[in-house]
Every structure is written in structure tokens, then in C-alpha cells.
């Protein structure tokens, strides 16, 4: 057993859905699951009508949501040839529930209602890919994964009960493959034990192929991206990237979780305790030869690795009293930074003041400070740049800082990280 996962840029067009048809029939002779995401940037026109839902712009979201079911019908027409196919009355009918949601007046929160509209992206690409498939002989059946994938309701950033979901892979999932050799799958959602639908985070099929691989023990996971495989840092932000032949587990999930854009952080445990290799490999040429994460993968021939983490806030949390900030009062901070979902980059701990560097999210900040205000002084600095080097060299660090201020600085023998800020425009 395999899974696959391809994501919205392999899906963007006929051409390309095409491709990723060729790719899987490249495999005749293994079993495998197929996780996808939504077409193109679906997942953003999803988000718009959330938000104009949320703000009671229902006409402007009703209108968005048209767009987006007028794209996919055509779509599944040009892949299909004709409109006389049920597909199409599936997706209408995933069509007619959003549209009920959009009919309700919104009297939870945002993160719930997000959850309900913007992972319809998810059912309406499997629909249309398992549809056409099927008609081009890749013989295959679809799963709604919401009746897989048990969460928790923390909605937009759900956690998987893996004790349920492994009964559900095994009941629901597994027998499919007496009858099939491929099984499509969403990636991204799952679904409450109220059956209410959830999101896994953005970009988080590469999360939900990393449960199907752990709970199917399959043989390996394959990323197809329109990349040639890992490079050493992002080429859109870096000129001369290398290519990463192979790397152990343990430094992909630092790149990811310092803001590398390649993989989505949570993919690599369930891979890395059942020991599943991980591949990442170029849709459009299937050939090149990609990356290969595993446990034993010999580092010593790394680059260095760099990371860069944009729109970040420096903030300092300063006592008001002058009581010191050690153990209890840190662990009253760290409460505080869990309870508004503020997930900290960096820290650094002074007699009596606690920095850390988070993402910019505005509206988290300014609960934080509310919650914080009463025992301590904040201050805080915007739009600057949290640099993460792996095996540095010090000649590199000199021009990846040219032209910044560096605030914040912390060195170990084998990586650096810096909170920049950038020259004034
Ligand atoms: N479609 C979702 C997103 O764009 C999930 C994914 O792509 O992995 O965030
Ligand atoms: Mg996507």
C-alpha cells in the first residue's frame, strides 16, 4: 500500500488533472490511497465566503459561493465531455448544503461556521477527480473522510481521535480495497462526533495522508508537488537553492515548523512512528528524483537549511512590580499564550521580562494583551523576520542579515535563529 496526496496546483487545470491521472496509472501494481486537496486556490474563495458570511454580507457570499460551483460544474464538464452524469447531482447536493449554511442566521463562532463552508473545496476536487477517473478506466471509489477522520471541535485546527479513526480506516476504508486497487480521499477535514465538519489547518492534507499512511502501515507517503523535490531554502525568496536528495525526519520537522512552506508540520510524526519514508516528487516530471525524509538518512552532507518566517511580532511581557519572571509566572504567561491559541517562535527570559516572537495575527495580540495587561507591561514590534538556519556557515549568516537590524539572537553549535527587522521603505 501507497498514498498518494496531491494538492491544489496539480488540479489547477484539465491538463494537469490529466497528469495526475498518467501518474497514478504509472502504478498498476500497488494499492493505493489517494488524498487531494481542493483545485487551485478554492481553499481562499472558500475563506471569502466564510467571511462575508460571518460579517452578514450574505448576498456578496451567496454570490462568491455561485462562482465557485460555476467553475467546478465546468470543470467536471470538460473532464467528463457531457453534463449527463451523476456527479452532478452530487455536486449539487454539496452545493445545496453550503448554501443552507449561508441561509442560517450565524449564532456560533467563526471558527465553526469556517469549518462548514471552507472544506467543501476537499469534496467537490474528489467528486470530480474519482468521477473522471473512473470514466478514463483508472477504476476507483471515493470516501467521504469525514466518516473516517474523528476530531475534537477545536474547529479550524482539529485533532485526530486516533483510536476512532483507526477503527474507521479499518471498517470503512480498508475493505474498499477488495474491490479497488484506488481509493480518493479529501485531505484537510474530518468531522466531530456531533458530525459536525472540521478543518485540519491550512494545508493540512499533507497532515490527513500522514494519518491514512500511519493506519494503513503503508509503504511509503509520496507528496506530488509542482517542485522538483526539497531545496535547502525557498526559491522564491532565495536565488541559488540546492536540492535535497534525501533528509532524516528530524530536520524536516524543524524547517516545517519554523515556516518552511514544503510540507505541513504535522506531517512527519505519524510517519516517523511507524517509520514510513516520505517522498516528494514533481508532478510534472515524475522521473526527476525528488526527495526521499526517513529516519537514518545521512545529514552530514547537508547544506545549511534556512528558513524564513515573515510577518512575525517581537513582544515583551516586563513585570509591573519588579517580581522576578522564573518558573511560576512563565507558566502563568504560557497559560495565557494557550488559552488564545498563540503559538510562541521564539523566547527569550530576562530578570523580570519574557520575550517571545509569535506570528502577527492582530486580533489573537490584542486578546493577549487585554489578558496580560493587569500584572505586566507589554511592548511589541511589528513586521520583522524570524530567520531559522540548520547547520550554518558564519560567511552566510553576514549576507542573509545584510541591511537588517538583528534584535534577537540565539546560537547553538548547529543552528541559528534571528528576529530581524527590516531597513525602514
Ligand atoms: N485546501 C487546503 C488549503 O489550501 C488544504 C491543503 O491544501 O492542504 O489549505
Ligand atoms: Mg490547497
Known amino acids: 500500500m501507497k498514498v498518494f ?40 474563495e472558500l475563506e471569502k465566503v466564510a467571511q462575508n458570511y460571518f460579517m452578514r454580507k450574505r448576498e456578496i457570499a451567496a454570490q462568491l459561493l455561485y462562482n465557485i460551483e460555476q467553475q467546478h460544474i465546468q470543470t467536471a464538464e470538460n473532464l467528463l465531455g457531457t453534463r449527463e452524469h451523476p456527479l452532478f447531482v452530487q455536486l449539487q447536493q454539496f452545493f445545496t448544503e453550503a448554501e ?11 471558527d465553526y461556521y469556517y469549518d462548514q463552508l471552507v472544506g467543501l473545496g476537499e469534496l467537490l476536487s474528489t ?58 480521499a479529501q485531505g484537510f477535514i474530518g468531522s466531530t462526533d ?16 500522514a494519518v491514512f499512511a500511519n493506519l494503513l502501515n503503508a509503504d511509503s507517503q509520496t507528496i506530488w508537488k509542482d517542485v522538483e523535490g526539497l531545496k535547502n531554502a525557498d526559491p522564491k525568496l532565495f536565488a541559488d537553492t540546492i536540492n535535497i536528495p534525501e533528509i532524516a525526519y528530524g530536520e524536516v520537522i524543524e524547517m516545517a515548523y519554523y515556516g ?11 510517519l516517523q512512528n511507524k517509520q514510513i519514508p516520505l517522498y516528494v516528487k514533481c508532478f510534472l516530471d ?17 547544506p545549511p537549511l534556512i528558513v524564513l518566517k515573515k510577518n512575525q511580532v517581537l513582544i515583551s511581557i516586563t ?3 519588579f517580581s522576578f519572571i522564573t518558573e511560576d509566572r512563565i507558566s502563568d504567561i504560557y497559560e495565557i499564550f494557550h488559552d488564545k491559541k ?53 560567511g552566510l549568516l553576514e549576507e542573509l542579515t545584510k541591511g537588517r537590524k538583528v534584535l534577537l539572537e540565539q546560537r547553538s553549535d548547529n543552528t541559528v535563529q534571528l528576529v530581524m527587522k527590516l531597513p525602514p521603505q
Not at 15 to 21: H, S, Y
Not at 138 to 161: E, G, H, K, M, Y
Open 5 to 44: 496526496k496531491f494538492g491544489g496546483a496539480s488540479l489547477e487545470t484539465i491538463e494537469r488533472i490529466q497528469q495526475v491521472g498518467k501518474i497514478i496509472q504509472s502504478f498498476p501494481d500497488d494499492k493505493l490511497l489517494v488524498v487531494i486537496s481542493a483545485m487551485g486556490k478554492t481553499t481562499n
Open 100 to 110: 443552507w449554511t449561508l441561509g442560517e442566521k450565524p449564532t456560533r463562532n467563526y
Open 127 to 184: 467528486a470530480i477527480v474519482s468521477a473522471y477517473f473512473n470514466q478514463a478506466g483508472i477504476v476507483n471509489s471515493w470516501v467521504d473522510v469525514r466518516d473516517v477522520f474523528r476530531t475534537d471541535d477545536n474547529f479550524r485546527d482539529a485533532n485526530i481521535n486516533w483510536e476512532i479513526t483507526e477503527l474507521q480506516v479499518n471498517q470503512k476504508v480498508m475493505p474498499l480495497f477488495n474491490a479497488v486497487n484506488i481509493v480518493i
Open 194 to 209: 456531533q458530525n459536525e465538519s472540521v478543518t485540519l489547518g491550512r494545508e493540512g492534507s499533507d497532515f490527513s495522508a
Open 260 to 270: 518552511a512552506q514544503v510540507i505541513h508540520p504535522k506531517t512527519i510524526k505519524p
Open 286 to 302: 515524475k522521473d526527476l528524483p525528488g526527495t526521499v525524509i526517513r529516519q537514518d538518512a545521512d545529514n552530514r552532507k547537508l
Open 319 to 321: 513585570s509591573r512590580d
Open 342 to 394: 498563540i503559538k510562541i517562535n521564539l523566547t527569550q527570559n530576562a530578570a523580570i521580562t519574557f520575550s517571545c516572537c509569535i506570528d502577527n495575527n492582530p486580533e489573537k495580540i490584542e486578546l493577549l494583551i487585554k489578558a496580560l495587561h493587569e500584572g505586566f507591561k507589554i511592548s511589541y514590534n511589528e513586521g520583522l523576520e524570524l530567520l531559522t538556519v540548520r547547520h550554518y556557515k558564519n
